[in-house]
């Protein structure tokens, strides 16, 4: 892991502000490319785990699930709604992003359950918003792995940015 940050942190410390900057947040601005080089974004609620992986639901047949099953190269942000402009707080990503199989699933379900509740009582089967019982059954998680952050933070300074590296 490699950070260059204009602050002096280590990797460490950064890596702690940007998992902290992404408990804080729920909607990630999702970015892929389609098969015929279209690009497309949709916002996706997410939860992290403690490896900065970001675990989403979606329906396979949406344009970013179909884009995703094409190519996994994604980006994205998250930030704040409504922000002043000398406040601006956000993070930008790079990674790959794939359909969470096996194993993974059960941990998928825990992390993204302990961050939505209403969602973790209707994946153990027990009454939640009815609404989302028909897509839920739809959809599947995906692990967003990112392998880039850039931390914005214009309450440091105006046009503050840290990058951390995950994987080279």
């Known amino acids: 892991m490699t950070s260059q940050s204009a602050s002096g942190q ?67 942000t998250i ?10 707080r956000g993070v930008q990503l790079r990674g790959l992003a794939e359909e969470v199989t096996g194993a993974e699933i059960a941990h998928a379900a825990a992390v993204y359950g302990r961050k939505y509740a209403f969602v973790a009582a209707l994946l153990a089967g027990q009454a939640g918003p009815g609404a989302l019982t028909g897509p839920l059954a739809r959809a599947r998680f995906w692990a967003l792995r990112p392998a880039w952050f850039r931390l914005v933070d214009n309450t440091v300074r105006f046009g503050s940015k840290e990058e951390l590296m995950l994987h080279e």
């Open 10 to 76: 280590t990797a460490g410390e950064l890596r702690a502000r940007v998992a902290t900057f992404l408990a804080e947040h729920t909607t990630l601005t999702l970015a892929t490319v389609g098969p015929d080089g279209a690009p497309a974004a949709a916002a996706v609620f997410y939860a992290i785990d403690d490896d900065l992986n970001l675990y989403f639901l979606s329906e396979e047949r949406t344009q970013h699930g179909q884009n995703l099953l094409a190519d996994p190269r994604v980006a994205g």
């Open 79 to 88: 930030q704040a709604d409504g922000q002043d402009w000398r406040a601006i």
